[in-house]
Protein backbone atom coordinates (compact mmCIF):
# COMPACT_ATOMS: atom_id res chain seq x y z
CA UNK A 1 0.00 0.00 0.00
CA UNK A 2 1.43 3.58 -0.80
CA UNK A 3 1.54 5.86 1.60
CA UNK A 4 0.38 8.87 0.54
CA UNK A 5 -1.04 12.04 1.95
CA UNK A 6 -3.88 14.13 -0.20
CA UNK A 7 -4.79 17.61 -0.44
CA UNK A 8 -7.86 18.60 1.76
CA UNK A 9 -6.78 16.12 4.49
CA UNK A 10 -7.08 17.71 7.49
CA UNK A 11 -4.01 16.53 8.91
CA UNK A 12 -0.81 13.50 8.61
CA UNK A 13 0.41 11.87 11.90
CA UNK A 14 3.60 10.26 10.64
CA UNK A 15 4.86 7.37 13.04
CA UNK A 16 8.07 5.05 13.42
CA UNK A 17 10.80 4.09 15.28
CA UNK A 18 13.74 5.66 16.00
CA UNK A 19 15.78 5.65 12.89
CA UNK A 20 13.14 4.41 10.66
CA UNK A 21 13.07 7.52 8.01
CA UNK A 22 9.92 9.10 9.24
CA UNK A 23 11.26 12.82 9.26
CA UNK A 24 12.71 11.99 5.90
CA UNK A 25 9.54 11.23 5.10
CA UNK A 26 7.22 13.64 6.70
CA UNK A 27 9.66 16.26 4.90
CA UNK A 28 9.29 14.88 1.40
CA UNK A 29 5.80 15.26 1.67
CA UNK A 30 5.85 18.21 2.63
CA UNK A 31 8.42 19.52 0.12
CA UNK A 32 5.93 17.95 -2.52
CA UNK A 33 3.10 19.87 -1.11
CA UNK A 34 5.25 23.30 -1.53
CA UNK A 35 3.84 27.15 -0.12
CA UNK A 36 5.90 28.31 2.33
CA UNK A 37 7.22 25.65 4.40
CA UNK A 38 7.24 25.90 8.41
CA UNK A 39 9.41 23.49 10.61
CA UNK A 40 7.99 23.45 14.32
CA UNK A 41 11.25 22.11 16.37
CA UNK A 42 10.37 20.92 19.76
CA UNK A 43 13.65 19.41 20.27
CA UNK A 44 15.88 21.45 23.30
CA UNK A 45 19.95 21.03 23.09
CA UNK A 46 20.98 19.86 26.51
CA UNK A 47 23.89 18.27 25.28
CA UNK A 48 26.05 17.88 22.36
CA UNK A 49 24.43 14.96 21.20
CA UNK A 50 21.24 16.41 21.02
CA UNK A 51 23.15 19.52 19.48
CA UNK A 52 24.09 17.60 16.47
CA UNK A 53 21.17 15.71 15.75
CA UNK A 54 19.42 19.00 15.53
CA UNK A 55 22.01 20.22 13.29
CA UNK A 56 21.64 16.94 10.65
CA UNK A 57 18.24 17.92 10.61
CA UNK A 58 18.82 21.53 9.84
CA UNK A 59 21.37 20.94 7.47
CA UNK A 60 18.57 18.43 5.80
CA UNK A 61 16.34 21.22 5.03
CA UNK A 62 17.33 24.05 2.30
CA UNK A 63 16.16 28.13 2.10
CA UNK A 64 12.30 26.96 1.65
CA UNK A 65 12.15 26.26 5.20
CA UNK A 66 11.69 28.69 8.00
CA UNK A 67 11.87 27.36 11.76
CA UNK A 68 9.74 27.51 14.49
CA UNK A 69 11.15 26.71 18.28
CA UNK A 70 7.91 25.14 20.67
CA UNK A 71 9.49 23.47 22.93
CA UNK A 72 6.35 23.67 25.02
CA UNK A 73 3.59 25.71 23.73
CA UNK A 74 3.04 24.01 20.60
CA UNK A 75 -0.73 24.55 19.96
CA UNK A 76 0.38 28.31 19.96
CA UNK A 77 2.69 27.35 17.23
CA UNK A 78 1.19 25.43 15.20
CA UNK A 79 -1.96 28.40 15.26
CA UNK A 80 0.49 30.99 14.42
CA UNK A 81 1.38 29.34 11.27
CA UNK A 82 -1.86 28.40 10.35
CA UNK A 83 -2.52 28.48 6.41
CA UNK A 84 1.13 27.03 5.93
CA UNK A 85 2.66 23.98 4.82
CA UNK A 86 4.07 22.96 8.65
CA UNK A 87 5.91 19.92 9.48
CA UNK A 88 5.91 19.34 13.66
CA UNK A 89 9.15 17.25 14.72
CA UNK A 90 8.64 15.57 16.90
CA UNK A 91 5.77 15.07 19.52
CA UNK A 92 7.93 12.54 21.47
CA UNK A 93 10.33 15.32 22.24
CA UNK A 94 7.41 18.02 23.16
CA UNK A 95 6.19 14.84 25.42
CA UNK A 96 9.70 14.67 27.42
CA UNK A 97 9.78 18.47 27.77
CA UNK A 98 6.39 18.47 29.19
CA UNK A 99 7.28 15.36 31.70
CA UNK A 100 10.82 17.00 32.76
CA UNK A 101 8.71 20.90 32.36
CA UNK A 102 6.36 19.01 35.04
CA UNK A 103 3.56 20.33 32.93
CA UNK A 104 -0.25 19.74 32.77
CA UNK A 105 0.02 17.30 30.09
CA UNK A 106 -3.33 16.26 29.79
CA UNK A 107 -4.36 19.74 28.77
CA UNK A 108 -1.75 20.78 26.70
CA UNK A 109 -2.81 17.85 24.65
CA UNK A 110 -5.92 19.32 24.49
CA UNK A 111 -5.06 22.16 23.19
CA UNK A 112 -2.45 20.42 20.70
CA UNK A 113 -6.17 18.38 19.47
CA UNK A 114 -7.84 21.62 19.18
CA UNK A 115 -4.87 23.48 17.57
CA UNK A 116 -4.64 19.99 14.78
CA UNK A 117 -8.49 20.74 14.48
CA UNK A 118 -8.46 24.38 13.79
CA UNK A 119 -5.19 24.24 11.49
CA UNK A 120 -5.74 25.66 7.42
CA UNK A 121 -3.16 24.31 5.50
CA UNK A 122 -1.01 21.08 5.56
CA UNK A 123 -0.28 19.74 8.92
CA UNK A 124 2.37 16.54 9.21
CA UNK A 125 3.59 15.35 12.45
CA UNK A 126 5.70 13.16 13.26
CA UNK A 127 6.11 10.86 16.51
CA UNK A 128 7.76 8.02 18.09
CA UNK A 129 5.74 4.98 18.43
CA UNK A 130 7.43 3.79 21.66
CA UNK A 131 5.01 0.91 23.05
CA UNK A 132 6.62 -1.99 20.33
CA UNK A 133 9.57 -2.40 23.38
CA UNK A 134 10.13 -4.36 26.46
CA UNK A 135 8.67 -2.46 29.52
CA UNK A 136 10.72 0.24 31.12
CA UNK A 137 12.33 -0.61 34.19
CA UNK A 138 11.45 2.09 36.04
CA UNK A 139 8.91 4.42 36.83
CA UNK A 140 9.63 7.53 34.96
CA UNK A 141 10.39 5.64 31.82
CA UNK A 142 6.79 3.66 32.09
CA UNK A 143 5.19 7.15 32.60
CA UNK A 144 7.27 8.55 29.64
CA UNK A 145 5.41 5.86 27.55
CA UNK A 146 2.21 5.65 28.86
CA UNK A 147 1.90 9.80 28.15
CA UNK A 148 3.70 8.71 24.88
CA UNK A 149 1.39 6.45 23.48
CA UNK A 150 -1.89 8.20 24.81
CA UNK A 151 -0.63 11.59 23.46
CA UNK A 152 0.03 9.69 19.91
CA UNK A 153 -3.67 8.00 20.12
CA UNK A 154 -5.05 11.12 20.84
CA UNK A 155 -3.44 12.89 18.12
CA UNK A 156 -4.07 9.68 15.65
CA UNK A 157 -7.81 9.91 16.36
CA UNK A 158 -8.35 14.13 15.48
CA UNK A 159 -5.99 13.60 12.24
CA UNK A 160 -7.21 12.53 8.82
CA UNK A 161 -4.35 10.15 8.13
CA UNK A 162 -1.46 8.05 10.13
CA UNK A 163 1.58 6.70 7.95
CA UNK A 164 3.56 4.06 10.27
CA UNK A 165 7.33 4.16 9.21
CA UNK A 166 9.46 0.92 9.38
CA UNK A 167 12.86 0.65 7.34
CA UNK A 168 12.42 4.11 5.70
CA UNK A 169 8.83 2.22 4.13
CA UNK A 170 5.69 3.92 5.14
CA UNK A 171 2.43 1.82 5.50
CA UNK A 172 -0.73 3.56 5.39
CA UNK A 173 -2.40 2.85 8.67
CA UNK A 174 -5.34 5.33 8.39
Known amino acids: MTARFEQGDRGLLVLGGARSGKSRHA ?15 TGQAFDDEMRDRIARHQAD ?25 VLVDCLTLWTSNL ?20 HHGTLIL ?17 RFRDMAGTINQRVAAAVDRVHFLAAGLPLALK
Open 99 to 118: LLDEADWENATARLIEAIQA
Open 27 to 41: QALAEARGGELVFVA
Open 126 to 142: VANEVGLGIVPDNALAR
Open 61 to 85: RDGRWRTVEAPLDLAEAIGDVSGHT
